[in-house]
């Protein structure tokens, strides 16, 4: 599929442009505010060619997408014309009071990643550059480095302004109007002499505004935005409409500026530092414990999208003292998690999978870690969690040599000299022995496969269960082949999930068993089906036929349909279709691997109608 199709059946199964409230993204996922989640068709969502895993957390809807994500993004906001999406829509279904906390940070947090990690990975190129040797300290060159990797932190409240009103659905303008006040350099330079001159406050209409520096804070502005989104439509409210232009603005600021001086921003401060604080009193206590605990929850957190919920205290711990002790655990996860799935690539016989392990331990161990945690890691469960017993090892190694990140930067091996310890040489150290201890685990626990072999031809059906175990036969006749050799690595790295390919040499697809069709796509060129046992299937006829829209495919069946063995399902004519350019390969594939022990063709040849293909144990 296209980035363009993605984004269009996405919209689709999503409840279209009038159910979405607010869309962004972050490094691999489309984050999505829906008005009524009812309306998302979640199961037809994750069958999407493309969509590596699609799930409901922390009062989002993620579409985890991988590095296209940017681009499906791009496509998703011009076909659904978001910018004629009211500010004023409001979703009609309450949340719960902690799902809509962890919406709100991730909302307001994810837009200015790449800002974040833009300057955070020339905070680690500076200090490579310098410690070893290549360029003085002091030179022009090292200070203008050192000005783009910390402008972002030192104006965050201007970052955070912009993506807050987005997120309140307030005038942007105005929230920079507010920062900008914060950021003054009446309060700026009055709150620096303060040593100087014993002056704390300013006095204004008998009220004192405390004076406060803040430079690279980050609850007061967020803070600010949101009063300042209540005070803007309750002004708006009563203006007469010709005034508006005018009056509207400048009682807002009339109102908001001293309100944040005074109150909110002090308030928002001190909680900030109140907060900061107490993280480096629990490492202080007893670093090993609280290594150890963020260590082995950060792949859970990032598992459910939830780790943007502590990027303001690990932003906040870095404005306030200039490092962070939470952030190595986050290098110790992902180093970990890329080890685990390091073992699965040494383990498995599995081609798809092999193929799916070996290129997510690289992307993880440059700190990217969703294809191999969903990819791979997630469906055998074992590695998942040896890599989170690593990670919460190192991270407690971690918290006992007091290491700590300088910088917001994606947690990899390009971004380590962001990091500091008693010793550099500890963090390297806890780098290898994450990944170590990762694949270590994993080999240990082991993984339930077994390999894929070559074999034939024809009918499929599911035979009646036998204990714990389903038999698949084939759904079309032709020659059954290894998934790794489908040109489309959607298929053949087991993304859209496990099962065989077949080069057809009839141009029919009958009902593999008594179910019901989930799933029959516009084009006809796939079928999601479902057993009365619970196996979920796609079978996909071609790779890229999508682009036929429909053109040499009859469907004799429609979504929602009961189906029995046998009844036919799809024709299609192969000559046709393979004139037009296509490769006629078409994928049969266990969709909900998640609900079975293990999913594995059977090794054969010279099969002859009727011979087992698959077999799927609970």
């Not at 279904?93 to 919406?103: H, I, M, Q």
């Not at 193929?355 to 191999?372: D, M, Q």
């Not at 000299?417 to 290898?432: E, K, L, M």
Request: hydrophobic residues 50%; charged residues 15%; neutral net charge.
């Amino acid at each position: 599929m296209t980035n363009k199709e993605i984004a269009l059946k996405t919209l689709k199964l999503v409840g279209g442009e009038s159910n979405i409230s607010n869309v962004t993204h972050c490094a691999t996922r489309l984050r999505l505010v829906l008005k009524d989640d009812k309306k998302v068709n979640l199961q037809q969502l994750n069958m999407v060619e493309g969509v590596l895993k699609a799930q409901n957390s922390g009062g989002q809807l993620q579409v985890v997408l991988g590095g296209k994500v940017e681009k499906v993004y791009d496509e998703f906001v011009k076909e659904a014309n978001i910018t004629s999406i009211s500010l004023d829509s409001i979703s009609s279904v309450k949340k719960n009071p902690f799902n809509t906390f962890l919406e709100t940070i991730a909302g307001v947090f994810t837009p200015i990643l790449p800002a974040l990690v833009g300057c955070g990975m020339m905070k680690c190129l500076s200090s490579i550059l310098t410690a070893s040797g290549f360029v003085n300290a002091q030179s022009g060159f090292i200070l203008i480095f050192n000005m783009i990797a910390d402008c972002v932190f030192y104006f965050m409240p201007f970052f955070l302004a912009v993506s807050a009103a987005k997120k309140f659905k307030t005038n942007e303008y105005l929230a920079i109007a507010l920062a900008a006040c914060l950021l003054h350099p009446t309060i700026l330079t009055a709150a620096s002499n303060i040593a100087t001159t014993g002056v704390s406050t300013i006095n204004f209409l008998g009220l004192p505004i405390l004076l406060v520096k803040y430079t690279s804070t980050v609850i007061p502005i967020i803070l600010s935005v949101w009063v300042m989104s209540y005070v803007y439509r309750f002004i708006d409210k009563f203006i007469p409409e010709m005034l508006k232009v005018i009056l509207v603005p400048m009682l807002v600021l009339l109102v908001m500026v001293p309100l944040t001086l005074i109150a909110i921003g002090p308030f928002g401060s001190y909680v900030g530092t109140w907060l900061s604080n107490i993280i480096s009193l629990l490492f202080t206590a007893n670093g090993i414990i609280a290594g150890f605990v963020l260590g082995f929850f950060r792949p859970i957190l990032v598992m459910f999208g939830m780790h943007y919920s502590i990027m303001p205290m690990q932003i906040q711990q870095i404005a306030e003292q200039g490092y962070t002790a939470m952030l190595p655990s986050a290098l110790a996860a992902n180093m970990a998690q890329a080890g685990a799935v390091f073992a699965v690539f040494v383990i498995t016989k599995n081609k798809t999978m092999k193929a799916a392990a070996g290129s997510s331990s690289i992307t993880a161990i440059f700190g990217v870690t969703e294809p191999a945690i969903y990819g791979v890691n997630l469906k055998y469960k074992k590695p998942f969690f040896a890599g989170c017993l690593a990670a919460g090892i190192v991270g407690g190694f971690f918290g006992l040599v007091n290491a700590s990140g300088t910088a917001i930067a994606i947690p990899g091996i390009l971004s380590l000299g962001t990091y500091q310890a008693n010793s550099f040489i500890f963090i390297i150290i806890g780098t290898v022995t994450a990944f170590a201890l990762g694949a270590i685990f994993t080999f240990i626990a082991r993984i339930d496969e077994d390999s894929i072999g070559e074999v034939t031809e024809t009918k499929i059906e599911v035979k009646a269960q036998l204990g714990e175990e389903v038999i698949i036969r084939s759904p079309l006749k032709g020659n059954l082949k290894d998934i790794a050799e489908v040109n489309d690595k959607v298929f053949s790295e087991g993304i859209m999930g496990k099962g065989v390919a077949i080069e057809p040499s009839e141009g029919k697809v009958i009902a593999p068993f008594d179910g019901k069709v989930e799933a029959l796509f516009n084009t006809k060129h796939a079928i999601g089906l479902k057993s009365d046992n619970g196996v979920e299937m796609l079978i996909h006829i071609g790779i890229d036929t999508v682009n036929l829209e429909g053109k040499y495919f009859t469907a004799y069946v429609e979504n929602g349909q009961e189906i029995k063995a046998g009844d036919l399902l799809v024709e299609f004519d192969i000559d046709a279709i393979k004139n037009e350019g296509y490769d006629i390969i078409t994928p049969v594939l266990i969709t909900n691997v998640e609900e079975y022990k293990n999913i594995f063709p059977i090794t054969a040849s010279n099969m002859v109608e009727n011979d087992e293909i698959i077999k799927v144990i609970k």
